[in-house]
């Protein structure tokens, strides 16, 4: 018997790579996310002062470019004093890595349920399919914060908990996947001469699931940093020794009047980066299943 080969996901992936950058929309956004992992990585080299480093005399100055800024504080100074540019940039390191790590947790265990929920269906894909229908029955942010609450914050329980109230997507897309490919020849053949389940599931199926995992993934990654940002805006997230965004959103609404840019430029920078990863994964989307989105 001659066994028919799963279709290669290498050369796929690369074509959906060539296909994104030639959207300049998309090849912008990505070129935003590049800086701001490179201004994450190497922090501690670019940051122009200790991000926790107070000085009240300086308190509330203004960006340099503005009558009373100082050239060497170039987005101001917070209520203590601290570098505001030097903040943000470190404040990039924790929500790039929560979101990240948000999003490869809930991928792994998503992808594992869809799966196994796919391929074996059964008693147990109709169990797994109701966890993520009643998961999906509670709001993700207030279920989020429920959890926080009761296990405490920490940089990361807010990864754990992110991570696992976000696999129910990810989960239900390989299912779909799965159901589709399942009944190919490659599956089947492989099944005739005694592959077990578990390699074929590994070898055969993950591979060709990869692209509808990164493109979720991709959004997830900015749905985690927001909600990050919401819970440590809300002082139920990172440690507020730790420079986030969100906790830098939380000082500055008490100055919006007096001292805004100290609330609006994390708030940029929050913004850009969730736009750019989302239009980043809307292309990713469109490149991978053009037609399901086409109006």
């Given at each position: 018997?001659?066994?028919?080969?799963?279709?290669?996901?290498?050369?796929?992936?690369?074509?959906?790579?060539?296909?994104?950058?030639?959207?300049?929309?998309?090849?912008?956004?990505?070129?935003?996310?590049?800086?701001?992992?490179?201004?994450?990585?190497?922090?501690?080299?670019?940051?122009?002062?200790?991000?926790?480093?107070?000085?009240?005399?300086?308190?509330?100055?203004?960006?340099?470019?503005?009558?009373?800024?100082?050239?060497?504080?170039?987005?101001?100074?917070?209520?203590?004093?601290?570098?505001?540019?030097?903040?943000?940039?470190?404040?990039?390191?924790?929500?790039?890595?929560?979101?990240?790590?948000?999003?490869?947790?809930?991928?792994?265990?998503?992808?594992?349920?869809?799966?196994?929920?796919?391929?074996?269906?059964?008693?147990?894909?109709r169990v797994l399919m109701r966890l993520a229908d009643v998961q999906l029955a509670f709001p993700s942010i207030l279920l989020a914060l429920a959890i926080v609450g009761f296990v405490g914050s920490g940089l990361w329980t807010v990864v754990l908990v992110l991570g696992f109230t976000g696999w129910v997507a990810y989960a239900r897309v390989v299912r779909s996947e799965v159901l589709s490919l399942r009944s190919r020849?490659?599956?089947?053949?492989?099944?005739?001469?005694?592959?077990?389940?578990?390699?074929?599931?590994?070898?055969?199926?993950?591979?060709?699931?990869?692209?509808?995992?990164?493109?979720?993934?991709?959004?997830?990654?900015?749905?985690?940093?927001?909600?990050?940002?919401?819970?440590?805006?809300?002082?139920?997230?990172?440690?507020?020794?730790?420079?986030?965004?969100?906790?830098?959103?939380?000082?500055?609404?008490?100055?919006?009047?007096?001292?805004?840019?100290?609330?609006?430029?994390?708030?940029?920078?929050?913004?850009?980066?969730?736009?750019?990863?989302?239009?980043?994964?809307?292309?990713?989307?469109?490149?991978?299943?053009?037609?399901?989105?086409?109006?």
């Amino acid at each position: 018997m001659t066994m028919t080969l799963a279709p290669r996901a290498g050369g796929a992936r690369t074509g959906m790579l060539r296909a994104v950058l030639r959207n300049r929309l998309a090849a912008g956004a990505l070129l935003v996310l590049l800086l701001m992992v490179l201004a994450a990585v190497l922090a501690p080299l670019i940051a122009p002062h200790d991000p926790n480093a107070q000085d009240l005399l300086a308190r509330l100055r203004p960006p340099a470019w503005h009558a009373e800024g100082d050239a060497s504080y170039l987005l101001g100074t917070d209520q203590l004093g601290r570098d505001l540019l030097s903040r943000m940039i470190y404040g990039a390191r924790v929500s790039l890595l929560v979101g990240a790590a948000a999003a490869l947790l809930a991928g792994t265990l998503g992808a594992i349920i869809g799966l196994v929920s796919g391929f074996l269906g059964g008693w147990l894909d109709r169990v797994l399919m109701r966890l993520a229908d009643v998961q999906l029955a509670f709001p993700s942010i207030l279920l989020a914060l429920a959890i926080v609450g009761f296990v405490g914050s920490g940089l990361w329980t807010v990864v754990l908990v992110l991570g696992f109230t976000g696999w129910v997507a990810y989960a239900r897309v390989v299912r779909s996947e799965v159901l589709s490919l399942r009944s190919r020849e490659f599956v089947t053949e492989a099944r005739a001469i005694g592959v077990r389940d578990r390699t074929i599931m590994r070898r055969h199926l993950l591979p060709n699931v990869l692209a509808p995992l990164a493109t979720i993934a991709t959004l997830h990654v900015a749905a985690a940093i927001v909600a990050e940002a919401s819970l440590s805006f809300l002082g139920l997230g990172v440690p507020t020794d730790i420079v986030t965004w969100g906790g830098m959103l939380s000082d500055g609404q008490l100055y919006l009047g007096t001292a805004w840019w100290i609330a609006v430029f994390p708030g940029l920078a929050l913004m850009l980066t969730s736009l750019s990863i989302n239009v980043t994964g809307d292309a990713l989307r469109d490149v991978a299943d053009p037609k399901a989105y086409r109006r």
